[in-house]
Each structure stands twice: as structure tokens, then as C-alpha cells.
């Protein structure tokens, strides 16, 4: 278990403030992330990689010449916000655009997703990059809604060194995405890990077991065999990879045999020595393989398998020279680092341009009811934990509480600075994000800055444009969250919300009158959704815990819409 | 604990192997170690570094320009046996001497000054480099005392520089006792690691409790505290260090923040987040700190912080470029693998010349009583293991049995090829080394080789070659391990058999006689020390407990005094 902290919650802060302190030859810190000492040629392509800490190497060890120009890290096992990978990119953009890449988890898949929208709405050619190599997670047939595991570093590699030889954002995407597509996983585990601060592990397997095919977060695998000698685990994890191989592919691999933490360099090497007899039978060949620990899960017992199907393109970039601190192949003349300010970009606060006197008005207006729905959340944060401890992991009263506490006073400040309603809601919906944390946090952020964006900072508001909020908001959580009506997620009781005071609005109702129906049918949605939502408890997986909150968000987003209805000036 | 192996006793064969496949630009494998794929220039002193396995990086790792040229492995926690180091410290050999590193543990300091003893026989310069970093182990005012840690690292880095830098042997030995001098650590267990094939770990720390200053193979520490937040622990680490600096010193210090296996980068980046502001308020300055897995103990929790005290030679050393596979520094243009067939000299039998028809006769008595021996130690086994549980780890009998085994094989072999009683004896000794394992096969080895060379191949020796035999063998074995008459040891009986045996050679007895009598009181001896053996169990410290095998040690030792007078000719 994880024992050196000092307040669990600062444990990944802590972890990245250490990281560059031991790394200032090489990496610079900025906000919540570290970019390159020594940044590449302006106008290069930019690879940004990141995700949850508790992974190391993945993903700050990885920030160097030949592989990632920026790493930004979240809190442990949980998505970094949208508005830190926003941060990081900013100081990790060359003008030649940023890469984000990640492993394919709901989380990370919002924010990063969250974050290129707002890069490319800010003129920067932003792409995502969401690694699927866990064979275990999703057949063949689904490899988009594959998980990343340790295939991340092979696809990372292969990209960096794609954008380390120059060639332009298209080109770089296209070999990526071939990267990604030849790359697959399979993974093991003999026991869970445990949390900073926590007194159990996220699972255990049973003595004398191995977990087939688990994640690297406690995610639950596909079934559990007796434990077996290396050379049968060595067969184990490699067999359902060669039940993969591309037809007509000429037997050169990328290879990585990597430890989950617990499971020792001996330990690989043992397995190593068994590899290599079953992968020449296979008519194989290893190039360049790597045994080690490379994307690990704390202290979490295990140990995974990838390989890369190359081909000479992907070969050439797999070779190529790189060194970063945690990863060095062949010879890199290490670069002077760069006077320049890196990073100052990340910090510099958003600017607020005055509105006029109506539009400060209706600011104003926003604020004051982004504080009602803080306050109304703030006590209603005890029963909504209650509320998603039935099937959930119990934090969701205090995201949402601390989410709206820092959106209320973020549009206090913007209020004060002559901000219109817009821009009020906008920087509201960054705050909440940032502060929320977790896949609710990130979705109530997009949802509150396209809100705010339908609304401008022309004068007040028509109802009208209140209503193209709403939808607004609606289409952001739906594109970036995935989930539909059903699927026991705050969209339940928003899409009635949406579609009542459209309805209503249209109709020629008053604001206050239609957005009083709305809720109320919001509520209704919400109490069905919770009533419906099983009784899963622990067993459940983390992936699917965290995702949107089942239950406990819709019940949280039909308050806010009563809060609101009930404070509505007319 | 560690899960992946197929038989335990192969575990560390079989990690060498994968080792050497995973890295095979890298390194070339010999016979039970490593060597660098491309050698040294000719001439070039070679640093041969080694130890139990378990403790990777450390040594194969360590394998590369600018650090180590060859590195042995043994078994897991377990010293190479001395045919072992001298194959290996043969193939590593350039030309200008060999320097023979290693923790200094028991089994250490036998096997590997026993083979430095061997190649200096055979004209080659080999001086002994044993690390003494761990100030928790022994006083300042005991420093040849103290244990080799994670200070391994830096010591083999400035000497492997210095080395490589084309100094001689003298100069580089200079540097490398400076380095030692400098070098400090200390370490905390947050709890045990569990051996191949074992159930339970060799110790264990109690939950909410750290163990203070605990060994790389379970060896208890000097007290323990309750468990304390990161910025306390890393006081705790640091103030045990600091109050070992030397007088004058300028305040630059090279610092290894070291996991042990279970304790992951993370928690070590949080700790370094500490010790830079704690280091800053000493007014020290680290330069290219490491924060990092470097001496492991299998899957052990904890960490150590080792400092080595720099001036502007041993700075040099330290930040001058490396290449091995677990560490690197700076840029080293990778030098091509060598065509040469390194290791040659490793594989090479030894030759066997036919010696003359009298020393033949004598090789075949010789053998003969090697051969009553192994079968008396076989039935023996199981009581020798009984009494070796009382006090020790009850391998004793095994080891016995083993060794004598193919003493007896290899005492065969000698005499078909017509070896004389000398080679005879010298090649038992050796065979019984290599299989028997542990502190008192090696001792067995070096008696049995110092008496062959006594007994020599010319003829049928005389009664007094064969006492004179017996004081080396009694030389060897206190130059080597160092105990004395009532440290409960082999040298308990050993001592009496042979102040007997040459007393009554002296005074002109036959040998059978004068043989009866030494064994009968080596026999008493053995029996006075069996009974005073305090029984202290598995709380005993794993290093004492294998030292030499207390009691049962001597108790072998008098059987094969008495088994070898009950089978003496005329």
C-alpha cells in the first residue's frame, strides 16, 4: 500500500512538485504539469500526454526529446481538468499544434476532448489521441472502447518521434493513428493496490490467483485462473495477442513487458526468458523490447504484455533516439535548455473586457444564482453522497459542492471586473471544473462555458437565447460525456430540462414560468433514474463508478434547476 | 510478495538468462553473469561488481561504459560462489587487473576475496572494493563494519569513471576507498519481501510502525517508530547522514533516493519534494540527484537516501557520462559490440595433467574419502538440518549433502583423468563450493583447495604434507571468515582436530592414529559448542544466522573428521 504522504490529497501535487525538482536538467514545471527544459523547434508538432498520477513513468517520465514535449498529471487514477490540460498544451504548443494523448478512459476522454475544443477555439490546431490497446477491455470489433494500458508508451514513442522528425500535424495524426491501431495488450494481476490514505486495497485477488486481464486502476478483468509457473503466465498473456496479429504481418514486433509495481525486474526477466523461446516459435521478432516498469498502478501486483505490429514506418520512428527520464533509446545530444519563459502562457489569467451596463446586469444576475445553487448544494452535499454511495463511490455531494463554491466566487470576481453574462458563466463553468474534479466536474464545466458562450455579453439576454443556452449545454455533456437517456447519468434529468423549456419558450412562455415546468420535469426524471439505478455497492467497477455519477448526478442537476427556478428575477 | 518464477531454486538462473536476452546489445552473457557487449580497451582496469540476486539494478544493471564491465549474480540474496566471481572476473579482464566489487555482507567477503586470492595466483592484479555505506548497520568509529546499501551506486559510478577515465590500478583503487569513505545511507522498512516459493516474508513490520534503519535482505534494524507523514520521514532519513559530514566539507553531495522495490516512484518524488528544501537548510547542494529504484530487495517497502560527499575529483567521476541498462548519464556514443569471443576463458576446464603413478594412487584414496564423506552427509542431512533450525535457517544439512556430492563427482572425474592427490583435492573443493552455496560451502571450497595445494601431485604425500595440509585448510578458512574459537562456527572443532593433528604428527605418531585422536576432540568440541547456542530462532539477523552455520557447522566438520579417520588406509 501506498505509505509516504503527507496529506493524501496533496500526494499528486507533492509527487509532480518532486518530479521536476529532480528532473530540472530536463523537464520545467508549469501549473499541473512540465514541459521540455529545452522545448523543440518552434512550429514542431506538439505532443502533450497525460492522464491520472499513481502511473509512473506514465506520464511525466516521458517528457523529453524524441517523445512527449509536455505531461500534464491529475490527481491519483483521475482525470487531470480541463482547464489544467488546457494550461499545459498552451505552454507546450510550438505553433505547430498540440497532440493530446491518452489512454481511453471516460474521464480523460472528457477533459481531454474538453480541452482540445477550447485550444481550437482559441486558433490552435488541437487533435486527441486516445490509446485502446487492452485486448481484455472490448473485443476486436470494439476497438475504440479498448482501455489504454501500458500500449500507451509504444504509441506515445512512435508519435513523439513522428513529430520529432518534422512532419506536419496531418502526417504525425496518420502515423499515430497507425500506431495505435497495430498496438495490443494483455495484463495480469496477483494483487490490487491501495490508494494514499486508504486502509484497503480497490480489490484483492484471491490467494493462489491470477486476475486475467485487470486495468491498471483495479478495474475488475475477465475471469480469474489458478496461479500458474512463469513459463505457463508467459504463454498466458501472449496468447490472446497472437490471436491478433494482422494478417500478412512479417513478424516484427515492438515489444514491452511491463510492471504494474509490485511485480519486480526479476521477476520480467524470469518471464522475459520464457518470451523470447514462445515468440520466435510464433515466428516473431523482437525489436528493441523493453522490460520494465512503464505504466505502473501504485504498488498494484502484475504485470502486462504489448506489442506493436511494425511495419518499416513504424519500425524507424520505434528506434529512433529518445530521452526522457524515464525512457532513453540510443544516442540524443542532450539540447541546452531554452531562456525563454516557458509556461508563461499556462498562467496568464483570462482577461475580462467590461461590458456594458445591461449585460454587467445580467452578469450580475448570473452570479447571484450561481451562489444560490452553491448554497442549496452546499447542503445538500451530505444526502447526495448518500444518494451515490448506493452505487457509486460516495463523493459526489462534495465534487458538487466544491464545484459550485468555486463557481460562485469565480463570477463574483467576474462580476466585479464588469464581466457580461456570458463571460460570468463561462469562467463559472472553468472554476467548477477545476475544482469539482472528476467526470461530473468536467462535464458541469463544458456544459456552464457553452451556456455561457449562447448567452454573450451583448446587453441582457432574450429568453430566447437562455433556452440556446440550455440546449447548448446539452449538446457539449452529450458529445463529450457519451451517455444517453437510460443510462442512469445526469442526462436523464437534463434532456427534459432541455426539452420542456424549449417547448416552453417556444410557445411564447415567460422564462420564469417555463423554466418552473422544466425543472419540475426534470425532478421527475431524476427521482425515476435513482429509483431504478441497482444496488451495486463496491463491486462495481471504478470506470463505470465514476462515469457521470448514475443517479446522484441527475437527482444534483434537477435541484440546481429548481434553485434556479425559484430564484429567477420575474 | 514475489509470484513469478517456475521452480524457486531456478529464479535467479533464470532472471540472468531474460536479463541477458532483453539487453542483448547491450551485454553479452558468461557463465552465472554478465559482460559488456562491446569490452573496454586492453589494458583498461575492469570493475567487476556483484552479489546476491534480488537486488536489481544492482548488479546486472549496472553493466555498461563508464560503470561496470561484468557483474556475477548468485542466488537470490545469496553470495556467488568463488568459481563463480573468478569465471566471471576472468572473462572481464582486460589486461589491467581486475577490481571485485560488492556489498559487504559475510558470504560476500568470503566468496569474493577468496577468488580475488585465486587470480592474483594466476598473475592477475585483483584488489577488493567492499561497500560500507549503511551508518544504521555500525558506528562511525566501526566503518569496515558497516553493510553495503544503496551507496553501491556511487561507489561503482566514480570508480567504473575513474576506470574508464584510463587510470591504473593503484589510482583508480584510491579513488574508489574515497568514495567509500564519502559515501553514507540509511533506510526505513514499511514491511517484509518474501522469497521465491515462500510463504511468508523474511520479516515483517508492524501496521502503523516503520522499521528504522533495516538491511536489502531483511536483516533487522535498529529500532522502529510509528509511521509519520512524508516531510517527517524525510527529516528522518537526512538527520543521520548530516551528522556524518565530514569537517570542511563544501557542502556538494551526490544523493540517491532509493526504493526498495515496493515504494514507487511517486512516494519517492514526494519525499525529494522534502529533502530539497531539508538539504537547502543544510546547506548542501545535490548534484544530479537520483530518485529512483537503484538496490532493490525483491518486493520490499521502504527506502534509503545515501549521500556521497563530493570534492572536485570525485564530482568529476559522478557526473561523468554513463551508459548501462538501469543507468544512464550524460552522452556516451554506444561503442559497437566486440567480434572477440569474450567469456571464452570463463567456460575454459581446468586442464588436468596426469600426474605420476604414486600421486595417482593418492588421488584415488583421496577420492575414495571424499566419497565416504558425501555418503555420510547424506544420511546425515536431515539431523544436521535439525540442528541448524535451532539457531540458524536449517539448510545446513542440505548444503552439506549437496556440496560433498559433488565433491565426491568431481574427486571421480579428477582421478579417471589421472589427476594427483593435490588436483584431487583442489577440484573437491571447488565442486563443493559451487554446488553447496552459502558462507560454509565457500568456506569448504577454500579449505579443501588450500590443502590439495599442500598435499601437491608429486608422489604419495607424507604424513606431515598431510597435517601441514590441514593448518592451511585451518589458514584459509580463518583468513576468510574471520571467526575465532567461540563464535560457534566450524572453527569451534575445526581448530582442536588440527592442533591435535600436527601435535601428534610432531611427536611421530601414524597418521591413522594421530588422525582418531583429532577427531575425537574435534568431536567434543563440536558437542560443547552445539549445547551453548543460544536459541534465538528466526528473530535471529539473517546475516549472523548464515554466518558459518553456528553449531551445526561444527558438528559437520567433526563427522567428516571421524568418517574420513574411520576410512584412513593402514
Chains 1, 2 share one sequence.
Not at 463561462?426 to 456544459?447: E, H, I, M, N, P
Amino acid at each position: 500500500m501506498t505509505k509516504v504522504f503527507d496529506k493524501p490529497e496533496d500526494f499528486a501535487a507533492a509527487a509532480l512538485a518532486g518530479f521536476c525538482a529532480a528532473n530540472a536538467d530536463r523537464v520545467r514545471a508549469v501549473a499541473h504539469g512540465a514541459v521540455r527544459a529545452a522545448p523543440g523547434p518552434r512550429g514542431k508538432v506538439a505532443l502533450l500526454v497525460g492522464g491520472g498520477s499513481g502511473h509512473y513513468p506514465a506520464f511525466l517520465g516521458y517528457v523529453g526529446t524524441g517523445l512527449a514535449d509536455a505531461a500534464v498529471a491529475g490527481d491519483v487514477f483521475a482525470s487531470p481538468s480541463t482547464a489544467w490540460i488546457h494550461g499545459v498544451a498552451k505552454a507546450a504548443n510550438r505553433g505547430g499544434g498540440v497532440i493530446l494523448g491518452f489512454g481511453n478512459y471516460a474521464g480523460d476522454v472528457l477533459n481531454f476532448g474538453s480541452a482540445a475544443e477550447r485550444l481550437r477555439a482559441e486558433g490552435i490546431d488541437a487533435r486527441i489521441l486516445a490509446v485502446t490497446d487492452d485486448v481484455a477491455s472490448a473485443g476486436a470489433d470494439e476497438r475504440a472502447k479498448r482501455r489504454g494500458v501500458a500500449g500507451d508508451l509504444p504509441v506515445f514513442k512512435i508519435t513523439g518521434a513522428a513529430a520529432e522528425a518534422g512532419l506536419d500535424m496531418d502526417a504525425v495524426m496518420a502515423v499515430a493513428g497507425r500506431a495505435n491501431d497495430a498496438t495490443v495488450s494483455f495484463g495480469v494481476a496477483f494483487d490490487g493496490c491501495t490508494l494514499p490514505g486508504q486502509g484497503t486495497p480497490l480489490f484483492t485477488v484471491d490467494a493462489g490467483q491470477v486476475g486475467m486481464g485487470l486495468g491498471i486502476h483495479g478495474e475488475p478483468g475477465i475471469s480469474t485462473r489458478p496461479m500458474m509457473p512463469a513459463a505457463d503466465l508467459a504463454r498466458t498473456l501472449l496468447d490472446p495477442l497472437l490471436a491478433e496479429r494482422p494478417a500478412g504481418q512479417d513478424g516484427r514486433v515492438a515489444v514491452i513487458l511491463n510492471g504494474l509495481g509490485r511485480t519486480k525486474y526479476e521477476e520480467l526477466f524470469v518471464l522475459w526468458h520464457h518470451l523470447t523461446g514462445l515468440l520466435s516459435d510464433a515466428g516473431l521478432t523482437p525489436v528493441d523490447p523493453e522490460v520494465g516498469e512503464f505504466v505502473t498502478s501504485l504498488d498494484m501486483a502484475g504485470c502486462s504484455l504489448t506489442l506493436t505490429w511494425l511495419d518499416d514506418e513504424l519500425e524507424g520512428y520505434w528506434r529512433a533516439p529518445a530521452d526522457a527520464p524515464a525512457f532513453r533509446k540510443g544516442t540524443v545530444a542532450r539540447p541546452a535548455a531554452a531562456a525563454e519563459d516557458i509556461g508563461a502562457d499556462a498562467e496568464s489569467a483570462a482577461q475580462i473586457v467590461a461590458a456594458g451596463p445591461d449585460a454587467q446586469a445580467a452578469g450580475r444576475c448570473v452570479a447571484a444564482l450561481i451562489g444560490h445553487v452553491a448554497r442549496a448544494l452546499a447542503d445538500a452535499e451530505e444526502e447526495l453522497g448518500r444518494i451515490d454511495a448506493q452505487a457509486g463511490d460516495g463523493d459526489h455531494g462534495q465534487g458538487m459542492a466544491r464545484g459550485s463554491a468555486a463557481a460562485a466566487d469565480a463570477a463574483e470576481k467576474a462580476v466585479q471586473a464588469g464581466a457580461g453574462a456570458g463571460t460570468v458563466l463561462s469562467l463559472a463553468g472553468d472554476a467548477w471544473a477545476d475544482r469539482a474534479g472528476g467526470t461530473s466536474g468536467a462535464l458541469w464545466g463544458v456544459a456552464l462555458r457553452a451556456w455561457g458562450q449562447a448567452l454573450g455579453d451583448d446587453g441582457k439576454p432574450s429568453v430566447q437565447a437562455v433556452a440556446q443556452g440550455a440546449q447548448a449545454a446539452h449538446d457539449a455533456i452529450v458529445r463529450l460525456g457519451g451517455a444517453q437517456v437510460g443510462d442512469k447519468t445526469l442526462v436523464d434529468s437534463l434532456v427534459p430540462f432541455v426539452q420542456v423549456l424549449n417547448e416552453r419558450v417556444a410557445a411564447g412562455e415567460a422564462l420564469g414560468i417555463a423554466w418552473a415546468a422544466a425543472a419540475a420535469r426534470s425532478t421527475e426524471a431524476a427521482d425515476a433514474t435513482a429509483q431504478l439505478t441497482p444496488r451495486l455497492g463496491r463491486a462495481r467497477p471504478l470506470a463505470e463508478r465514476s462515469l457521470g455519477h448514475p443517479d446522484a448526478g441527475a437527482v444534483s442537476l434537477a435541484l440546481c434547476a429548481r434553485v434556479v427556478g425559484a430564484n429567477l428575477p420575474g
